[in-house]
């Protein structure tokens, strides 16, 4: 039971966790709570008498696929071989219960990350001071394990496998039912949480937030809704960081999932699939409470934050992200500038927003600089009705522009205020082709579903199981 998945983007993403409790753990818990959140409690998962676990080693791509024939590369690797000699090292006997692994690389065997996790029962060949997992009522090991394979310059790579910590099984079975793309960046508001939980590793604690106030705060944060506007900063650069602090979530549903947040505690969160929610002017570490300082982060006199951030490869193209945020954690200004290893100049572009007094967003005004003399300018304005529901997105270029006129894209809503589409329409008001539209249809329970439009310009996917009941042509 198996799952790699690699991303060829230019960040990364993170893993960890905690395991089941003994009464002692149960009772110092009991007595752990944080000063710097209230609502939020500290549980101790820290392993002390636990064994050194890290390790490091050479790896040929060439080699390895006239060995195996897998071109997969270091996914591959870690799935067929890495995996079961991690297994072995520790215990007799070993059996692989579940694995989950997600990786991030700059295309084939160019280097990358992989983190994930491995359930496995066996007898210990050493004392190994871990914590024991639940799987479906078997106590198991579970350890996170964070690859990260660095090039040699010679066509190899050295391979480094950060020290374990403990993990908390999260898994889609008959049970719990884990959200997925549907519910986390994809479209609508994240289901209500009762609880959530950061696991920090450099701390060996869990800090656990339960204050409602902060909890619709965080699901805020960790929404990406299609019908409001999100104005997001550059998050943490994933790619960088040394180690990775697991997010529970635990829904008022009973439903359960596992994110991931930087290391470092700046903004940024992924689900294993998607970047882009952000934490904004408040760090995840702000939010749970943890006694660190978050990397990039800047409180000033005057109330505003700045944070920056710089993302990619020192001897290769680069970015530095500068964002500023109100004294209300709105972002009012953006700026990034990218250098190029084979140029000596750079491009930039800032966003600058401007709010309404309800506090929407009214506008962003986008300008960049490309090599330090292209320019383009980008008004975008944003149209609400009274009962202030956005209705429509206005994209005006400047008019020396190569990119034409601008074009706007209507919002439509059906008799529940529920969004039905997403319209896209040229500057002189034409509407486009389906095709570059969306469109949704809701269950019962109320759930927001995806047309996906056919070659004939027909919705598909609908409540009908086979084909939408809304045909588009005219």
Known sequence: MKRIIVFLL????????CGTRTPETEAREAQSTSTAAPGTETRDWSEPNAVDDGYSFRHDPAAYYEETGDDSGLSGLIEKTLLPEYVDRWVDGGEVLWTEFYGLGSGGNQGGFYFGWIAFTGTPKTELGWRTADYNGTACYCRSIFFREMPNGDGTYTVIAAKSYPMDIVF???NIAAIGMDDLFSG?????????????????????M?????????????????????????????????NLCPLYLHCADGRKALLFTAGDGADGCTDGFNFGAVFGAESVFERFGVPLDAAGYTHNADGSTTVTNSFGADNSERMMSTARYDTQGRLVYREQ??????????????????????????STLGRSNLGQSDEYTTLTTYIYNERGDLTRINVEYDPTDIFGPGYYRE????????????????ADGREGLP????????????QRCLYIVDADGNLIGGPDGTSGDNPLHK
């Open 10 to 17: 230019l960040a990364a993403l993170l893993l960890g966790g």
């Open 172 to 174: 889609v079975n008959d």
């Open 188 to 208: 609508r508001m994240l289901p209500t949480l009762a609880s959530a939980e950061l696991y920090v590793p450099q701390l060996g604690q869990s800090f656990v």
């Open 210 to 242: 339960t204050e409602e106030t902060a909890l619709r705060s965080l699901e805020k944060a960790l929404s990406k809704e299609a019908d409001t506007v999100r104005v997001t900063a550059t998050g943490a650069d994933f790619a960088e960081q040394e």
């Open 337 to 362: 500038v990218w250098t190029w290893a084979d140029r000596d100049d750079t491009d930039v572009h800032t966003d600058t927003v401007s709010y309404r007094e309800d506090g929407k967003v009214a």
């Open 411 to 426: 919002l439509r809503y059906d008799e529940q205020n529920r969004l039905v589409a997403y319209v896209f329409h040229y």
């Open 435 to 446: 095709s570059g539209n969306t469109y949704f249809w809701y269950t019962d329970e109320g």
